[in-house]
């Protein structure tokens, strides 16, 4: 029998991966080995020290072992500055580092290959700090508007969350420092996060909040994860046996580190029994935490085992193999020109054009001799504000730079600052209200406006505005934006307006009234650069809205049914899988703009959509393919999304789930063939009495659309 040259190649390819399972199979047994050696050698006081934090962002090693301690840091916008006891800067000159869009900016790119350059670059600059573990990337789900942290989150949908976190964990990683996924579980509203209990139906957690971290842990391989700071069902997700014995450890077969939330652990026995391994937290007195002397006292009186500590070590020895001690670590890079593009490349492609009815956009610069330029947004930078993690970025580029830069040369630029973006909350949950808009910088605006061709105004939230331990009060633009909006867009007719903000806000006057708007983001050391680039057209927006932005607050699921922030400590997520577009879609309510939303510069055509077979079996894949053509002007990237719907379905269902999406590049004219897979297992739903993930048979609608109510094409297919 004569071997083909083809056949050769998949013998090659088998040896070579069978000697690298083997060589990779050898190395884990003899990093178990060592692991096992370590644990004999240490005394019960040393390893009750690795459990807990002995500094805000560390934890003890064993000197004498040489086994060093671990450091966290946040994430997720990059690298932060290093901090000193009680949290003030330990004022070095060498913890500057790159500043990364925001998560939800993230999401916006629906590019997946842009979310492992984020984490690969981050973990870069990590391990050239001598971090062992970064605290990123973090992504729970949008579930109301106001939660105060959607900007760090990526979106509504549990899909997209899924795709950009297993990519972020395996770009982190992939420098040989931890990524931390958080925070484990359903910590969607800053609103008494510490004491709030969430009741949530089994089949939505499943569907809509675990599925990403359940991708993070069994796809990314992420080696630690958060748990977060409320209540799960009434038990502290610190202390919660169910998320993390059954379901993390248990079903998910977590291997790494469950490290808890700063200051969120609330028990030193059930914490220790149900799952959590390293107890970190804010205050100094370090000794006094659950997981020291009383967790030394509690193995002593015979209440954790010392298996349950061994345990605990040898995840934590085995993070530490991987990391700070694992073979060809690489030194890392802080501040490179790559990091930058990287910056670059996610803000540029994050920003989503909302409307350009006037054609006013891309700027016909040849044509423009002046430029008013107004909004605090303009000028103002995002790298840090509010409470929570920044970066002391190395540089960023505001949007009034970054035009400068662009257009400094042949445009007339000038500046007004048209509101004060200067926010202080007033009360611990709630934003405050700015009592009048400053008359006198809208009139200067107005004259700056007046004075020339266009203008282009800045407005939208700011980091002070949106933070971490609070939500927002309403979705209402702060500090009298709409004032300012008015009066300019009457002042000089040619406006464009540029909304800043990481979460949905109440824009609905200006997309009545004004004919140019886009949506744009906390885009990182580059956005100035980025966003210059997109206005003039160098490049052509293909950012696409992660969550849904309602007409109304009361429009949207958690504020329709009065299920936030809760009563009496208690918030009942009575929506149960109807979260975001998939209940504005059942419901039949019309949001003022759909998730996946966003145009472009040129037009895209879709056709022919078809699978490559009509009726498959459980372990099959589906593949859908379809053609789209380019034909406007400007060569530009888009982003398909496949969304599957189930008439007739005998069980609740959403009118339509995202399943796959691909973002691609197409020229002038050209037309691409796009082929996306669901593999038919995705098509599950959680069954609550069997425990099981159950797919329906029958007959099943693929939706192929630029959003997630711009359906362009659609396919039948049947499941046996
Ligand atoms: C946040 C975490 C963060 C930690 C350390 C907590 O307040 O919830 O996301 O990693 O602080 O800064």
Avoid at 243 to 250: A, F, P, R, S, T
Avoid at 364 to 381: E, F, L, M, P
Avoid at 387 to 402: D, I, P, W
Avoid at 659 to 687: C, N, Q, R
């Amino acid at each position: 029998m004569k071997i083909k040259f083809s056949q050769y190649s998949l013998l090659g390819t088998l040896i070579f991966a069978a000697f690298n399972i083997n060589a990779q199979t050898k190395s884990n047994q003899a990093t178990k080995a060592k692991i096992a050696s370590i644990v004999k050698k240490l005394t019960l006081e040393e390893k009750i020290d690795m459990l807990h934090a002995n500094g805000i962002f560390t934890s003890a090693g064993v000197p004498r072992l040489g086994i060093p301690e671990m450091v966290t840091d946040d994430g997720p916008l990059g690298v932060r500055e290093d901090v000193k006891e009680g949290w003030g800067s330990a004022n070095l000159t060498t913890d500057s580092a790159t500043f990364f869009p925001n998560g939800s900016a993230l999401a916006a790119t629906w590019n997946p290959a842009l979310a492992y350059r984020y984490g690969h670059d981050m973990g870069e600059e990590a391990r050239a700090r001598h971090k062992t573990i970064m605290l990123a990337p973090a992504f729970n789900i949008a579930r109301t508007p106001l939660c105060g942290r959607t900007y760090e989150y990526y979106s509504e949908d549990p899909f997209l969350n899924a795709r950009l976190a297993v990519q972020s964990v395996k770009g982190i990683q992939s420098q040989h420092v931890a990524a931390c996924v958080k925070h484990y579980a359903v910590n969607n509203q800053e609103v008494e996060r510490n004491r709030v209990s969430v009741e949530i139906d089994e089949r939505a957690l499943r569907e809509i909040y675990l599925p990403a971290f359940k991708a993070a842990i069994t796809e990314g391989n992420a080696w630690t994860i958060m748990s977060a700071y409320n209540k799960l069902r009434g038990v502290y997700c610190s202390e919660n046996d169910y998320l993390l014995n059954q379901v993390l450890k248990g079903e998910w077969k977590f291997k790494g580190i469950v490290i808890s939330d700063w200051g969120g652990t609330h028990s030193t026995v059930n914490a220790a029994n149900h799952g959590l391994d390293l107890e970190m937290g804010s205050g100094p007195i370090y000794n006094s935490y659950y997981f020291a002397k009383k967790l030394l006292d509690s193995v002593k009186a015979g209440k954790v085992s010392v298996k349950v500590i061994d345990e605990k070590v040898r995840r934590i020895l085995w993070v530490i193999y991987r990391t700070s001690m694992s073979e060809n670590q690489p030194t890392g890079k802080l501040n490179t020109p790559e990091h930058s593009k990287t910056v670059y490349d996610i803000a540029s492609e994050s920003i989503v054009l909302l409307k350009n009815d006037k054609h006013l956009l891309p700027l016909n610069t040849s044509a423009i001799k002046s430029i008013a330029v107004i909004g605090d947004n303009a000028t103002r930078t995002f790298h840090l504000g509010g409470f929570g993690a920044g970066v002391k970025a190395r540089y960023e580029v505001t949007a009034l730079a970054g035009l400068q830069n662009r257009l400094g040369k042949t445009i007339e630029i000038k500046y007004a600052q048209g509101y004060s973006g200067v926010y202080k909350p007033a009360r611990r949950n709630g934003n405050e209200e700015v009592s009048k808009p400053d008359t006198a910088m809208i009139q200067q605006a107005v004259a700056t406006a007046k004075s020339t061709d266009m203008a282009i105004l800045f407005i939208g939230g700011n980091r002070d505005y949106e933070s971490e331990g609070r939500d927002r009060k309403d979705l209402g633009l702060p500090f009298h934006e709409q004032e300012l909006v008015d009066a300019v867009t009457t002042a000089n007719p040619n406006t464009i307006v540029v909304v800043v903000g990481g979460a949905p806000y109440d824009i609905s006057k200006i997309k009545n009234n004004n004919h140019t708007v886009v949506w744009s983001w906390y885009n990182g050391s580059e956005n100035g650069n980025a966003l210059a680039d997109v206005l003039t057209g160098k490049v052509n927006p293909s950012g696409k809205l992660p969550f849904t932005f309602p007409a109304e607050l009361k429009d949207s699921p958690a504020h329709a049914l009065n299920a936030y922030p809760g009563e009496n400590l208690k918030v009942d997520y009575k929506e149960g899988i109807l979260v975001g577009y998939r209940w504005f879609d059942t419901k039949k309510i019309e949001p003022l703009y759909c998730f996946g939303y966003g145009l472009s510069y040129t037009d895209y055509k879709y056709s022919g959509l078809h699978t490559n077979k009509n009726s498959y079996k459980l372990t099959e894949n589906i593949t859908a393919t379809l053609k789209i053509k380019n034909t406007g002007k400007y060569s530009g990237k888009e982003t398909v999304q496949l969304y599957i719907s189930k008439a007739g379905s005998k069980i609740e269902r959403a009118e339509k789930e995202l399943k796959a999406f691909k973002k691609v590049k197409i020229e002038v004219g050209e037309t691409t063939d796009v082929a996306l897979s669901i593999p038919v297992k995705d098509l599950a739903y959680y069954d609550v009495k069997t425990r099981t993930w159950v797919v329906e048979p029958g007959k099943y609608k693929l939706l192929a659309g630029t959003s997630s109510r711009d359906i362009k094409e659609t396919a039948t297919l049947t499941i046996n």
